[in-house]
């Protein structure tokens, strides 16, 4: 039994590992600041609850299971927090969403105003 | 299967420095300053991740909690005095300091190689003095975690100045910022609106759990990990974080910038006046043993801690507790004086753009 339960522990551990890894991927390749944001933030707190909920399943039943509850309870208040502070602040600083319905700026405007590109520019 | 946990212990230090070199590399490329600070609050995460494969649990929270967590805020609110980015510099002009950096860099590689082999039973720091610390420590001290046995007994007197040091580097930067008066004349806070309210929310629900966690650290030092230089970090940044969402009026409403600036003395001083009454109990400076005069110590329940029959050294004991005390106050209103210092200089240059 607790074989078993080592086994999925492990399972599930690797599974959230993966989608933090694609939440990565996902900050890398999405176009804009707030797409970033979602694949961070959601990842973030789905990878940490698979990978805790796993390491809970391979503690068992002991003290240590508590404190990676009060983790887990730590992590889904303070990342989507985090998340919406920074989607508030990138709104606030004009930052504006490039794609689908929600595209205000149009494809052929010049892009100088742009608040992401001039960072990006800068950091160069 | 001790050996395949060598093993993988082994590639994970591989794979954490790699990506400590890597970090180190972005840091020195980038332009921006603020993903230089990113980058290094970064770089603190994962070397904290590395010194904990290490077995270094109290080393591990220190980097984590100062480095990626206070340094990081402080460093943030010393961007916003300046630009964003660094000067470019001409190649001829980086000659020099990059040859001294290089010939540096290589002295500290070839002395690395004379080092002991790691974790090495007969390196010095293992084979005298550490081994017996290790031996020495339950009867003579006391608490489980050895490291807060060395850190406020054995070497008690290093930690007076380490706290000395946190207390002098904050008054730099409060004789350079200014302590903070200008903290008060922040302007009152504009109607936030609605779209602040899960920051506030989410705040409200963290910070007493922020405090909480303090404590617990400083308390739970003698049993593991942590401590009151890590707990001191931690409870100043719950007031920081007050600060940054509710404003500064607020902060300074709960924290006078006065109150913050004397309790840093006061614990430097309760540090080093415990020392003074193991003198005047004829110990030497710090000798917990003579915390106690023998009628003050008689007078201690023998149940005080639970079992009555268990052997306690309650000089050493009381002595830890207060020095920790004075330690946690130093470092938490150093810190957040030096967050004052920051935020009081920042109103002056939001004003100056206006």
Redesign the interface.
């Known amino acids: 039994m607790t074989e078993a339960l080592h086994w999925i522990g492990g399972g599930l551990v690797v599974i959230g590992s993966l989608l933090t890894l694609f939440g990565a991927v996902g900050v890398l390749r999405f176009p804009d600041v707030y797409t970033r944001i979602h694949a961070a933030s959601l990842t973030d707190t789905g990878g940490a609850t698979l990978a805790l909920l796993g390491l809970g399943l391979i503690s068992g039943l002991t003290p240590e299971t508590l404190k990676l509850a009060f983790i887990w309870a730590?992590v889904m208040?303070?990342t989507?927090?985090a998340a919406?502070?920074l989607a508030?602040a990138a709104?606030g600083s004009g930052h504006k969403p490039r794609i689908g319905a929600f595209q205000i700026i149009p494809s052929d405007a010049p892009r100088e105003t742009d608040p992401e590109d001039a960072?990006r520019s800068?950091?160069? | 299967m001790t050996g395949f946990a060598v093993e993988m212990s082994a590639a994970l230090n591989v794979v954490l420095l790699l990506m400590l070199v890597a970090i180190g590399l972005a840091v020195a490329h980038t332009r921006n300053l603020l993903t230089a600070i990113l980058l290094m609050s970064v770089y603190s995460l994962v070397s904290a991740a590395w010194l904990m494969v290490m077995d270094a649990a109290d080393v591990a929270f220190t980097e984590a909690v100062v480095g990626a967590g206070a340094s990081t805020i402080i460093l943030l609110g010393a961007i916003l005095l300046t630009r964003g980015a660094t000067a470019r510099v001409d190649w001829r002009a980086m000659v020099a300091p990059a040859l001294l950096a290089v010939i540096t860099g290589g002295l500290l590689i070839y002395a690395s190689l004379g080092l002991p082999e790691f974790g090495d039973p007969s390196s010095p720091a293992n084979a005298y003095v550490g081994r017996m610390y290790l031996e020495r420590t339950g009867e003579e001290v006391g608490p489980h975690n050895v490291v807060t046995a060395v850190l406020a007994s054995y070497r008690g007197f290093d930690t007076l100045g380490e706290t000395v040091v946190i207390f002098a580097a904050g008054l730099g930067v409060a004789l350079m910022l200014g302590f903070g008066p200008r903290a008060t004349l922040a302007p009152a806070p504009e109607k936030m609106g609605d779209h602040h309210v899960v920051l506030r929310v989410a705040a409200k629900m963290l910070i007493p759990l922020i405090t909480l966690y303090a404590f617990y650290v400083q308390f739970h030092g003698d049993l593991g990990a942590g401590g009151a230089f890590q707990a001191g970090v931690i409870l100043a940044v719950a007031v920081i974080l007050y600060g940054l969402v509710f404003g500064l009026r607020e902060t300074i409403a709960a924290v006078p910038v006065k109150a913050a600036r004397s309790v840093a003395a006061l614990g430097v001083m309760l540090y080093a006046g415990i020392g003074v009454i193991c003198m005047v109990n004829g110990g030497a400076f710090l000798d917990y043993d003579y915390l106690f005069s023998p009628q003050v110590e008689a007078m201690i329940p023998a149940n005080l801690l639970g079992d009555p029959h268990e052997e306690h050294h309650w000089g050493q004991h009381f002595g830890i507790l207060f020095v920790e005390l004075g330690v946690l106050l130093t470092v938490s209103s150093t810190i957040v004086t030096i967050f004052y210092g920051f935020a009081g200089r920042s109103i002056d240059a939001e004003e100056a753009k206006r």
């Open positions: 730590f208040l303070t989507p927090a919406n502070a508030n709104y960072d800068s950091s160069q």
